[in-house]
């Protein structure tokens, strides 16, 4: 391809020499671009043109994958500038260059030195300059140019998602589509025909065609039948230059499947079977199979097995087994050899799901006729019936007949039976049986109170065949008998007011009876007819089984009797009549008025001196709260007085402060102090109250014959010696503290300590001159005074 350019090309001369291919024809040819020039003429002066430019190629073509030994020539650069002298440097930079594409720098030959792939890169894109080789001046501005790779038919087509799995129903029509595949050729598909892809089918005929251009597989026959062949492996090729001669191919396989329609009808392989039964079989359990045939798969070969006719159909039944499509035939009824040896069946195998397209290939159903024969086999007793229930009186002696069961032999043979129990529970030894008979005897006294009913189970077997049981339960009831006397229903707590009435009903009493209907209600009640009429109560039979107690007259006493006792009789309607006595506990209460009962008690008879019960227990409050505080008086008295000794296992030091300001003349509890505030007082040695001396070994201190001169100093001298001589003391050190008063002070002593001791002199005549608010306390200190004197 070449393309002219007038104003886009730099101002460099360049001679783009190419090879032209066409179809496999290579032409090379070299053009080359001169600068237009003026020439001299004498005499005048020079003038320089802007150059013009000429037909410039700026695309060259290269063919892609190519195998020669050397370099393959691309084409050829060439600048006017380029006088033949080697001044001129040809310089390549882009795409490739270097690597790819190189150049002879002096004659700008362009060569391919690799193999190269259109379909990894279509063109490449390079730049060519002439500078001066001396002085690396650019001769020219630097021009752009293509090289193109060539398409040559080097890529075979391609399936990229095959091999494929289809499927296409049975029996289509001809031409259904089936599926379409498609290759791709990675060639130019706009050069020549190596793109070009046409497919055709390499095995798979006559069933399957393709459509040359859209590779649309379809069905080529009729009717394709699945139970003829299922599976069939389909090659379709793809070839490129439109299929001519030459051109590259890929090929897929394709496989089809046919799937299944309901187009074949099931069919039994017999028309009649046979079908042995023993008659032993159980009710319910399956006694054999049968199964028609069916060629589709799938849903479309699901069948219903039903029984249309025959003399077995009330005797047998028949399901279908989805999984197996079989019929199972099951018996309804028990099988008797010795009554019905055959049975006759007519059974219908059909189709569930129909496809009304080829419902003229039906009908879509079979029929086969069973016959079943039952087999004779050795059967165990049957006994009469399949269950008894047998009665006996209580209290009956042991080996009493209670009853009888009966069975024989169902086989033709009719061989003898023996009876037993299975003795598998304790009550079944209760009973006995006779092995030849089946008469069952009790073998205990039994009682209908205790045990109403027993259950037991009879065996019977063969004489000649002892393996061959047979079973059947036994109930056996025990019937009632009068032997139970009637009692009363409960404890009863009868109660009659003090203000009652004659013939008022005070309590209504009702009995039971552990025997049943017939041996106890109705019940009759009566006073005992041994004692004298009872003049305080009375009796009398409501008939409905309860009776009612009466008093017989008014007001009863507790101060005179708080308790009565009434005997009753009460006796049954059994055959023959028992009875019983019970006596009765009657206690005379106070009552309100409307009835009510007040108390029975006797601590109770304060009320009727007008208290209430509501005062009695105010009254009871008020003394214990009475009693709470004395308790508590007393507790605090006692929490504040602390022992002068501590104990004696304490041995520490210890100080012990006395702080009690004295309790006056009548305070006895404490030590003594008067001996010490009046030294004159002190007569003898007084002993520590809250220590017991001992009088054998302590040393008796003699007190000084003129106690009067006695100082207070001395005293305290004498006390401290006192205390070390002690031998009772604690062993540790105490304290004592002495605080005396003293002799010499003009006013006196105001304590009355001393007054215990010494009299008085004071003069209280001073008091009736204060006037007469001092009156009462002068005559008060007159009495004293008087007293005294006298």
């Not at 006759?344 to 080829?358: Q, V, Y």
């Not at 209760?430 to 259950?455: M, S, V």
Request: aromatic content about 8%; proline content about 5%; charged content about 25%.
């Amino acid at each position: 391809m070449r393309i002219t350019s007038t104003s886009c090309i730099c101002p460099v001369l360049v001679c783009l020499c190419f090879v032209q291919r066409c179809y496999g024809a290579a032409h090379h040819g070299s053009i080359k671009v001169t600068r237009n020039q003026t020439k001299h003429i004498e005499g005048e002066t020079e003038v320089h043109h802007r150059p013009k430019r000429g037909w410039v190629w700026n695309q060259f073509f290269v063919l892609e994958e190519h195998l020669g030994p050397d370099p393959q020539y691309v084409g050829k650069l060439h600048s006017n500038s380029d006088k033949g002298d080697g001044s001129v440097k040809y310089i390549l930079t882009g795409e490739g260059a270097g690597t790819i594409f190189i150049i002879d720098d002096t004659t700008g030959d362009i060569h391919s030195t690799k193999s190269l792939d259109r379909e990894q890169k279509t063109h490449y894109v390079l730049h060519a300059q002439a500078i001066d080789r001396r002085t690396n001046k650019p001769l020219e501005p630097e021009s752009e140019f293509i090289i193109k790779v060539q398409d040559i038919n080097d890529n075979a087509p391609k399936f990229t998602d095959g091999p494929y799995v289809v499927t296409v129903p049975e029996m289509s029509e001809m031409g259904t589509s089936v599926l379409q595949v498609t290759a791709t050729d990675a060639d130019d598909p706009t050069y020549g025909n190596s793109a070009r892809v046409v497919y055709s089918i390499l095995q798979g005929q006559p069933y399957f065609s393709v459509d040359p251009k859209t590779g649309v597989i379809r069905t080529a026959l009729h009717n394709m039948d699945r139970e003829a062949r299922e599976h069939y492996s389909v090659v379709i090729q793809a070839k490129d230059m439109a299929g001519q001669v030459g051109g590259l191919s890929g090929s897929t396989t394709v496989n089809i499947t046919l799937t299944d329609v309901n187009d074949n009808p099931p069919r039994f392989p017999q028309k009649h079977y046979q079908l042995y039964v023993p008659e032993s079989a159980q009710i319910g359990s399956p006694v054999g199979k049968i199964k028609a045939n069916d060629a589709d798969a799938g849903s479309n070969a699901d069948m219903k097995y039903t029984i249309i006719n025959g003399d077995g159909s009330g005797v047998f039944s028949i399901s279908t087994d989805k999984e197996t499509r079989e019929g199972i035939i099951s018996l309804k009824k028990p099988l008797n050899y010795e009554k019905k040896k055959s049975y006759t069946l007519n059974i219908e195998g059909a189709n569930t799901h129909l496809d009304f397209r080829f419902s003229h290939l039906g009908p879509f159903k079979d029929v086969t006729m069973l016959k079943i024969i039952v087999g004779d086999v050795d059967e165990p007793p049957l006994f009469s019936m399949p269950s008894y229930v047998m009665e006996v009186y209580e209290n009956t002696k042991i080996g009493t007949v209670v009853g009888t069961v009966a069975a024989q032999d169902p086989d033709s043979a009719n061989s003898l039976v023996r009876y037993f129990i299975d003795h598998n529970r304790e009550e079944d030894m209760y009973f006995i049986i006779d092995a030849t008979t089946g008469t069952i005897k009790t073998a205990k006294i039994f009682d209908r109170e205790e045990t109403p009913w027993y259950n037991i189970t009879v065996a019977a077997s063969e004489i000649d065949n002892p393996g061959l049981l047979s079973h059947v339960p036994v109930d056996i009831r025990i019937l009632d008998v009068n032997d139970n006397p009637p009692e009363l229903a409960r404890e009863y707590d009868i109660v009659v007011c003090e203000n009652a009435k004659p013939g008022q009903v005070i309590q209504t009493i009702s009995a039971t009876d552990k025997d049943n209907s017939a041996n106890g209600p109705r019940f009759h009640y009566s006073l005992d007819e041994r004692l004298s009429l009872n003049p305080n109560f009375t009796l009398r039979d409501n008939e409905d089984n309860t009776a009612s107690i009466l008093t017989r007259r008014r007001r009863f006493s507790r101060t005179v009797q708080d308790v009565y006792y009434l005997p009753i009789v009460i006796s049954d309607s059994g055959i023959p009549s028992l009875s019983s006595s019970s006596t009765l506990m009657i206690r005379v209460c106070a009552c309100e008025g409307d009835g009510r009962v007040r108390t029975c008690h006797a601590e109770a008879f304060l009320s009727s001196a007008g208290l209430s019960t509501g005062a009695l227990i105010a009254i009871l409050l008020c003394v214990i709260i009475l009693l709470a505080i004395v308790v508590l008086f007393i507790t605090l008295r006692r929490s504040k007085k602390e022992p002068l000794i501590i104990s004696e296992e304490d041995v520490r030091e210890n100080v012990v402060t006395y702080d009690d300001e004295g309790g006056g003349e009548e305070d006895t509890e404490a030590f003594d102090i008067t001996a010490l505030r009046n030294p004159s007082a002190a007569e003898e040695l007084k002993y520590r109250r809250d220590v017991h001396p001992d009088v054998k070994h302590t040393p008796r201190y003699q007190p000084s014959s003129n106690l009067n001169s006695v100082d207070v100093r001395e005293f305290i001298k004498q006390r401290l010696a006192e205390a070390d001589l002690d031998p009772s003391v604690p062993p540790y050190d105490s304290l004592q503290t002495y605080a005396y008063e003293g002799q010499k002070s003009e006013a006196g002593s105001i304590s009355s300590l001393d007054s215990a001791t010494t009299q008085s002199d004071q003069d209280y005549n001073y008091l009736g001159d204060w006037g007469p608010k001092f009156k009462k306390l002068s005559e008060l200190y007159g009495e004293i005074e008087s007293e005294r004197t006298t």
